[in-house]
Nanobody
Framework: EVQLQASGGGSVQPGGSLRLSCAAS????????MSWVRQAPGKSPQWISD????????NYADSVKGRFTISRDNAKNTLYLQMDSLKFEDTAMYYC?????WGYGTRASWGQGTQVTVSS
């Protein structure tokens, strides 16, 4: 059974930082491109970043480029998202997903998300 479990979210002030992790199991992690997706209340899901299998190539949505960094550790079957210079508009539930910006499954396949709240 494929399982994706994100963690590391929390409440932070604008300008602060958080590091999210996603533990993956039930599939060959090193064979999968991986993405981070977020969904704010009342809004559609938004793809924000992806990383290739080796971790050598990354892509970002314009809204997070220069502030967020995606990485992975294939030995630990774990995906990461370092979030710096957080803004109010980054408030959302964050999920990890298999795939890239062109296809990253549906909410049912993303597993457990982690809440990020940016507030003063």
């Amino acid at each position: 059974e494929v399982q994706l479990q994100a963690s590391g979210g929390g409440s932070v002030q604008p300008g602060g930082s958080l590091r999210l992790s996603c533990a993956a199991s039930g599939f060959t992690f090193s064979d999968s491109m991986m993405s981070w997706v977020r969904q704010a209340p009342g809004k559609s899901p938004q793809w924000i970043s992806d990383i290739n299998r080796a971790g050598s190539s990354t892509n970002y949505a314009d809204s997070v480029k220069g502030r967020f960094t995606i990485s992975r550790d294939n030995a630990k079957n774990t995906l990461y998202l370092q979030m710096d210079s957080l803004k109010f508009e980054d408030t959302a539930m964050y999920y990890c997903a298999r795939g890239n910006r062109w296809g990253y499954g549906t909410r049912a396949s993303w597993g457990q998300g982690t809440q990020v709240t940016v507030s003063s």
